[in-house]
């Protein structure tokens, strides 16, 4: 027997719950005390059993049990509210009940384990009404996980087939496009994989389990991906991302794959993902091409630069790039926001944990377009309302840290300073040079600025579209008398080596000297039909990047290269892609199998090839490699993996024995 459970800090004994110390107050959210009653329980002395009865009094307190209240069921996010506000509390807390009570649930009084279980009967009620949709993909899985789980340990077949039906469903939609509709993301993402892994550990039906482990090797092998070697950083673009992550103010994310391969969330082969390193590669992939949603990343020794072709929320970084600081202990990070009234970080309040938030939420729509280390980005602000200032910002974290900062061929020694019209901006900071040319942009006043300033220890390159008194704008309002387009904010951004120039300077010219076409069609007043283009192309050196967009419906149009338009690649990239062709030759190896998502992961190095299949029914699968082939009869969704002439096959519905020539 081991002792009792060491308690968090944060552990308030009055309470008998883990505490959100606040400026507002002192706050406990019913999840935290959830999975602390989990931790006690699965410790099991009789100190922590006597601990647990207590904390989950508190914790089912936090259930809303009136009759007739829209989310019976659910929980309170706090054990001060009195009203569900967070929808997804009832995820969170079943989350760590069911397994509780699955596995160790007969270490609990008779009468508690009877309210624990009617308690996520209820919750379960609620998560079948919510239903909530697949694409919002953390919560996805945590329905998933809990109505797989609850479902089997209530021995209610309906409720646990909900659960398995709808793994199929949310792999069938990422199916279509390649990553999950809430992409990269180091903050979702981790919640995804933990849901998955313990699905994969507790789960009954095999099926799931064969699906579930499939799911988190196609997560595994994006994250991989987008991990930077030159700074341990989850590089973007993110769909959604806290501050923290997006300052680096956490540790480093390749430690956390790195744990979910020692803890086996992720297969082993992971590993080979974060070995395999080319000087520099790029990796494109799509979450959903019907809503322009895709992603770039290209990682070069000393940065990694990502773009999204649109944005996901007010979360989102779609343009990013992280870089290494030596003898710093944190990389460099540039991150952009649309902003109005010139908000910044601690200027509004989180609804959830009642401090001032760390978030700096994008207020703008954005479009963008990616090749290499060059991108262009496309900012229009979103409901203005009444503002006194609303700017597109491009922001470096820690301006003590930017040793060289030029405006053309103009050092800047001081801020502010203003930025001329036509200038280029270079930043020079760690190993890294950051080049910004601004573009079109709609002054909505009177001599709206840009400048350069530092704002809370950040240097900020600031592009105004307004800034002047508090007013309101009739002339952005559709439907309206007046409409005639989105205001525009637009930059081309670059990055490159430190080592690759002299210093700033000479980087600014040779940005500067690229050939840049910036073309706006004439305005008209907008009667619902007609579009008015906004076309940026930027060539120089044999390479050609471009996009344009409809500023009276604010849509995408087109996306190109001098190879030509960019498409919607499942996963592109030198050691791994997707596609839904039935064939994938990559890496000296070609994978033959059904024309449904399936996907290669390459590592000659290693002596090591992955091949997953994804088709909802069973289908003849090859898999040749240099040393030799595999011959599948007929599989549906798994993977294979060729390790050194070692096969192994896990799948739903395999038909025969694997056929290894050598």
Same mark, same amino acid.
């Given at each position: 027997?081991?002792?009792?459970?060491?308690?968090?800090?944060?552990?308030?004994?009055?309470?008998?719950?883990?505490?959100?110390?606040?400026?507002?107050?002192?706050?406990?959210?019913?999840?935290?005390?959830?999975?602390?009653?989990?931790?006690?329980?699965?410790?099991?002395?009789?100190?922590?059993?006597?601990?647990?009865?207590?904390?989950?009094?508190?914790?089912?307190?936090?259930?809303?049990?009136?009759?007739?209240?829209?989310?019976?069921?659910?929980?309170?996010?706090?054990?001060?509210?009195?009203?569900?506000?967070?929808?997804?509390?009832?995820?969170?807390?079943?989350?760590?009940?069911?397994?509780?009570?699955?596995?160790?649930?007969?270490?609990?009084?008779?009468?508690?384990?009877?309210?624990?279980?009617?308690?996520?009967?209820?919750?379960?009620?609620?998560?079948?009404?919510?239903?909530?949709?697949?694409?919002?993909?953390?919560?996805?899985?945590?329905?998933?996980?809990?109505?797989?789980?609850?479902?089997?340990?209530?021995?209610?077949?309906?409720?646990?087939?909900?659960?398995?039906?709808?793994?199929?469903?949310?792999?069938?939609?990422?199916?279509?496009?390649?990553?999950?509709?809430?992409?990269?993301?180091?903050?979702?993402?981790?919640?995804?994989?933990?849901?998955?892994?313990?699905?994969?550990?507790?789960?009954?039906?095999?099926?799931?389990?064969?699906?579930?482990?499939?799911?988190?090797?196609?997560?595994?092998?994006?994250?991989?991906?987008?991990?930077?070697?030159?700074?341990?950083?989850?590089?973007?673009?993110?769909?959604?991302?806290?501050?923290?992550?997006?300052?680096?103010?956490?540790?480093?994310?390749?430690?956390?794959?790195?744990?979910?391969?020692?803890?086996?969330?992720?297969?082993?082969?992971?590993?080979?993902?974060?070995?395999?390193?080319?000087?520099?590669?790029?990796?494109?992939?799509?979450?959903?091409?019907?809503?322009?949603?895709?992603?770039?990343?290209?990682?070069?020794?000393?940065?990694?630069?990502?773009?999204?072709?649109?944005?996901?929320?007010?979360?989102?970084?779609?343009?990013?790039?992280?870089?290494?600081?030596?003898?710093?202990?944190?990389?460099?990070?540039?991150?952009?926001?649309?902003?109005?009234?010139?908000?910044?970080?601690?200027?509004?309040?989180?609804?959830?944990?009642?401090?001032?938030?760390?978030?700096?939420?994008?207020?703008?729509?954005?479009?963008?377009?990616?090749?290499?280390?060059?991108?262009?980005?496309?900012?229009?602000?979103?409901?203005?309302?009444?503002?006194?200032?609303?700017?597109?910002?491009?922001?470096?974290?820690?301006?003590?840290?930017?040793?060289?900062?030029?405006?053309?061929?103009?050092?800047?020694?001081?801020?502010?300073?203003?930025?001329?019209?036509?200038?280029?901006?270079?930043?020079?900071?760690?190993?890294?040079?950051?080049?910004?040319?601004?573009?079109?942009?709609?002054?909505?006043?009177?001599?709206?600025?840009?400048?350069?300033?530092?704002?809370?220890?950040?240097?900020?390159?600031?592009?105004?579209?307004?800034?002047?008194?508090?007013?309101?704008?009739?002339?952005?309002?559709?439907?309206?008398?007046?409409?005639?387009?989105?205001?525009?904010?637009?930059?081309?951004?670059? *990055?490159?080596?430190?080592?690759?120039? #002299? &210093? !700033?300077?000479?980087?600014?010219? =040779?940005?500067?000297? +690229?050939? @840049?076409?910036?073309?706006?069609?004439?305005?008209?007043?907008?009667?619902?039909?007609?579009?008015?283009?906004?076309?940026?192309?930027?060539?120089?050196?044999?390479?050609?990047?471009?996009?344009?967009?409809?500023?009276?419906?604010?849509?995408?149009?087109?996306?190109?290269?001098?190879?030509?338009?960019?498409?919607?690649?499942?996963?592109?990239?030198?050691?791994?892609?997707?596609?839904?062709?039935?064939?994938?030759?990559?890496?000296?190896?070609?994978?033959?199998?059904?024309?449904?998502?399936?996907?290669?992961?390459?590592?000659?190095?290693?002596?090591?090839?992955?091949?997953?299949?994804?088709?909802?029914?069973? *289908?003849?699968?090859?898999?040749?490699? #240099? &040393? !030799?082939?595999?011959?599948?009869? =007929?599989?549906?969704? +798994?993977? @294979?993996?060729?390790?050194?002439?070692?096969?192994?096959?896990?799948?739903?519905?395999?038909?025969?024995?694997?056929?290894?020539?050598?």
């Amino acid at each position: 027997m081991t002792g009792p459970l060491p308690l968090p800090e944060d552990f308030d004994p009055q309470a008998c719950m883990p505490a959100n110390v606040t400026e507002n107050g002192v706050f406990h959210e019913s999840r935290k005390g959830a999975a602390l009653a989990a931790r006690l329980v699965a410790n099991g002395t009789q100190q922590d059993l006597a601990l647990a009865e207590r904390v989950l009094e508190v914790v089912l307190g936090c259930q809303e049990r009136r009759a007739g209240d829209p989310h019976h069921g659910n929980f309170f996010w706090m054990v001060e509210d009195d009203v569900v506000q967070d929808l997804n509390a009832v995820e969170f807390n079943l989350e760590h009940l069911i397994p509780m009570m699955g596995q160790h649930g007969d270490r609990l009084p008779p009468d508690l384990q009877a309210r624990v279980l009617e308690a996520i009967r209820l919750g379960l009620d609620e998560i079948r009404r919510l239903d909530v949709l697949v694409a919002y993909s953390n919560i996805t899985v945590l329905d998933i996980l809990n109505s797989c789980l609850g479902g089997e340990l209530l021995q209610d077949a309906e409720i646990a087939g909900r659960g398995y039906r709808k793994l199929v469903t949310w792999m069938a939609l990422t199916d279509v496009h390649g990553i999950p509709y809430e992409y990269n993301s180091p903050t979702y993402t981790a919640v995804t994989v933990r849901a998955l892994k313990r699905l994969v550990d507790l789960v009954q039906d095999e099926d799931t389990r064969i699906r579930a482990r499939t799911a988190l090797a196609r997560l595994g092998l994006s994250a991989g991906l987008h991990i930077h070697a030159g700074t341990g950083r989850w590089a973007g673009p993110h769909s959604r991302a806290y501050q923290p992550s997006v300052a680096c103010e956490t540790a480093p994310e390749v430690e956390m794959l790195q744990r979910w391969i020692a803890e086996g969330a992720l297969p082993a082969w992971i590993a080979d993902v974060l070995a395999q390193r080319a000087a520099a590669f790029e990796v494109v992939e799509t979450a959903f091409a019907e809503r322009d949603l895709a992603i770039t990343t290209y990682h070069s020794p000393s940065f990694a630069l990502g773009v999204s072709t649109k944005e996901f929320s007010g979360q989102s970084n779609v343009l990013m790039i992280h870089y290494a600081r030596p003898g710093v202990e944190r990389p460099g990070v540039v991150y952009t926001r649309y902003l109005t009234d010139d908000k910044w970080l601690g200027d509004f309040y989180h609804a959830t944990d009642r401090t001032k938030s760390r978030n700096l939420v994008d207020e703008g729509s954005f479009y963008g377009a990616q090749q290499g280390p060059r991108a262009i980005g496309l900012y229009t602000p979103g409901n203005l309302g009444s503002v006194f200032s609303a700017k597109a910002a491009l922001i470096w974290t820690r301006r003590d840290l930017v040793d060289e900062i030029w405006v053309g061929d103009r050092r800047v020694e001081t801020l502010p300073a203003n930025v001329p019209p036509g200038e280029t901006v270079v930043a020079g900071s760690g190993d890294a040079l950051v080049a910004v040319r601004p573009l079109a942009r709609t002054d909505l006043g009177r001599h709206a600025p840009i400048r350069l300033a530092e704002i809370q220890g950040d240097l900020a390159l600031e592009l105004y579209n307004y800034l002047g008194p508090q007013k309101s704008f009739w002339e952005l309002n559709w439907p309206g008398a007046f409409y005639k387009g989105r205001p525009q904010c637009g930059v081309y951004v670059e *990055a490159a080596e430190r080592s690759a120039y #002299p &210093d !700033g300077r000479a980087f600014a010219r =040779a940005v500067a000297s +690229g050939a @840049l076409k910036d073309i706006t069609a004439p305005p008209f007043t907008y009667q619902g039909e007609g579009e008015r283009l906004w076309t940026v192309e930027y060539a120089r050196d044999g390479q050609t990047l471009g996009i344009a967009v409809d500023l009276m419906a604010w849509a995408l149009k087109r996306r190109w290269t001098r190879a030509g338009d960019l498409g919607w690649p499942m996963l592109q990239s030198p050691v791994a892609q997707e596609t839904r062709s039935g064939h994938i030759a990559l890496g000296g190896a070609t994978l033959t199998c059904g024309p449904e998502a399936a996907w290669l992961f390459a590592s000659p190095a290693t002596g090591r090839w992955v091949a997953a299949y994804h088709g909802l029914q069973p *289908a003849p699968l090859t898999l040749t490699v #240099p &040393d !030799g082939s595999v011959e599948i009869a =007929a599989m549906g969704t +798994g993977t @294979l993996v060729w390790d050194n002439g070692r096969v192994s096959v896990e799948a739903v519905g395999l038909q025969g024995e694997p056929v290894i020539n050598k």
